[in-house]
């Protein structure tokens, strides 16, 4: 069984691969949509090891 903080960061890490591909990998666009900052966006990057969305 999958812990409740463990679900929420799997939804989290599909969501921001999800907007950030419908975006074209661009983070500031990604982020409006997403309607938090760009800076909280990055920093969610970092944090779910999406480092690949940086390029």
């Known amino acids: 069984m999958t812990t409740y ?3 929420k960061q ?3 890490k599909k969501y ?12 500031t666009h990604a982020a409006k949509l997403m309607e ?4 909280q966006l990055f920093n969610k990057i970092i ?3 999406l480092k690949d969305f940086l390029n």
Do not use: G, V
């Open 5 to 7: 903080k463990k679900a």
């Open 10 to 12: 799997n939804f989290e």
């Open 16 to 27: 921001i691969i999800q907007i950030l591909k419908s975006c074209n990998n661009n983070i």
């Open 36 to 39: 938090i900052s760009r800076r």
């Open 47 to 49: 944090e779910n090891d």
